[in-house]
């Protein structure tokens, strides 16, 4: 019998396949959003951050809970990186956040994937931290609002009018 060594992403995946794989009833979407928003607020007041996804749409259940977070005056997601560096942080040091499955490499990438826990409910939840910049975030918030049907009908609409559409935005005469 062969025994391949597994990463510690592809362990974490294992263990908790079935919370995973579990729907998160929309209070506790509600619950763990407002463990967010707090530390969101004691970091930067001025950063917004946003429920996306089934949870936006008014889904009873949930897969995952998608957050995107932006600031009035940013024109870019690098502006945004320290503040994500620092929530991770402090809600790692909390006990909100459990594991790190995807951070943004050095400086690039705009997107943090991992696993939170509601205090005293053992059921990791898979969590998602997006930074928009102001200047994208319109686009951003359907794209990550919108089921994949919606946004495919978006963007088809959009390229029979000659433009492109998606989460940074809608552009004319891009081909």
Known sequence: KAH???T???????????DFNTRIPREEVT?????????????????????GGSYRRGAETSGDIDFILTKPGTSSSYQ?????????DRLTKDGFLVAALAEPRSGVGSKWHGACVL????????IDFLVVPESEF??????????DIFNRSMRLLS???????????LY???M
């Open 4 to 6: 391949g060594k597994l």
């Open 31 to 51: 619950a763990l959003g407002e463990i967010v928003k707090k530390a969101t607020d004691a970091i930067d007041p001025d950063v917004q951050a946003i429920i």
């Open 8 to 18: 510690k992403n592809q362990r974490i995946g294992l263990d908790h396949y079935a």
């Open 119 to 126: 205090p005293g409910n053992p059921i990791w939840r898979r």
């Open 172 to 174: 004319k005469n891009v």
């Open 80 to 88: 945004l990186l320290p503040f994500l560096g620092e929530l991770v």
């Open 138 to 147: 319109g686009a951003a918030l359907i794209y990550f609002t919108g089921d």
């Open 159 to 169: 390229s029979r009018k000659g433009m492109r559409l998606n989460q940074r935005g």
